[in-house]
Nanobody
Framework: QGEMVESGGDSVQAGGSLKLTCAAS???????MGWFRQPPGKEREGVATISIGGSTNYADSVKGRFTISRDVTTNTLYLQMNSLKLEDTAMYYC????????????????????WGQGTQVTVSS
């Protein structure tokens, strides 16, 4: 089992941008990777996932604004977030899953096998 460490969370004004980074040591080939978030007082929800081959899947709420990417040479996962909205405020978590259905994972956080410790994103008006 590896370790995932997120960074890049910050406070930003609505309309702004942030880039989150996840250093995922021990999660090399064979793992799907993803970003999930938990808004204050709400359940954890999927944001974006990326397959071993680079296919991506996004929650409807972030399509067109967020981009997930991964650098397999450095085991690093990224989330570029543009046009941030107040409702994007949440703790953002890096996640890993081995095997199973890639396309459904973003809608089913309980399928996640490993989590990072999270990084806070706060969007204000």
């Amino acid at each position: 089992q590896g370790e995932m460490v997120e960074s890049g969370g910050d406070s930003v004004q609505a309309g702004g941008s942030l880039k989150l980074t996840c250093a995922a040591s021990g999660y090399t080939s064979g793992y799907y990777m993803g970003w999930f978030r938990q808004p204050p007082g709400k359940e954890r929800e999927g944001v974006a996932t990326i397959s071993i081959g680079g296919s991506t899947n996004y929650a409807d709420s972030v399509k067109g604004r967020f981009t997930i990417s991964r650098d397999v040479t450095t085991n690093t996962l990224y989330l570029q977030m543009n046009s941030l909205k107040l409702e994007d405020t949440a703790m953002y978590y890096c996640a890993a899953k081995r095997g199973g259905d890639f396309m459904t994972w973003v809608f089913n956080p309980r399928e996640t096998q490993s989590w990072g410790q999270g990084t806070q994103v706060t969007v204000s008006s």
